[in-house]
């Protein structure tokens, strides 16, 4: 039992250090204005659960990475157009996923 408290508590210290890394060397990276009025751009308040849904989901950082700089070239709230490429990101490889299930279903496998 305490062998799986410890896991537990690795396994939620891993997920808090993962969104602290994604904001502070992903997302504010990226930063708007120049000098003394550099910003960071604003996250909403439910961006962590947001960010750990997506890494449940198997998103990498690269993938991350990769969204960001899509998004961060729209006019548009730019952690929900993240969010949104990221979706289609998760979508597209269930999609294979399955594609790979029902193909080794019918072989027999």
């Given at each position: 039992?305490?062998?799986?408290?410890?896991?537990?508590?690795?396994?939620?210290?891993?997920?808090?250090?993962?969104?602290?890394?994604?904001?502070?060397?992903?997302?504010?990276?990226?930063?708007?204005?120049?000098?003394?009025?550099?910003?960071?751009?604003?996250l909403?308040?439910?961006?962590?659960?947001?960010?750990?849904?997506?890494?449940?989901?198997?998103?990498?950082?690269?993938?991350?990475?990769?969204?960001?700089?899509?998004?961060?070239?729209?006019?548009?709230?730019?952690?929900r157009?993240?969010?949104?490429?990221?979706?289609?990101?998760?979508?597209?490889?269930?999609?294979?996923?399955?594609?790979?299930?029902?193909?080794?279903?019918?072989?027999?496998?």
């Amino acid at each position: 039992m305490e062998e799986a408290a410890r896991i537990t508590r690795a396994a939620q210290l891993d997920r808090e250090l993962f969104a602290a890394d994604f904001k502070a060397e992903v997302w504010d990276s990226w930063t708007h204005g120049f000098g003394e009025n550099e910003k960071t751009f604003p996250l909403p308040d439910d961006w962590k659960e947001s960010v750990l849904r997506f890494k449940d989901a198997g998103i990498t950082v690269s993938d991350f990475e990769y969204a960001i700089e899509i998004a961060m070239r729209k006019k548009a709230d730019k952690f929900r157009y993240m969010c949104g490429v990221l979706w289609s990101m998760v979508s597209e490889r269930q999609e294979i996923a399955m594609e790979i299930v029902r193909g080794e279903s019918a072989d027999g496998a």
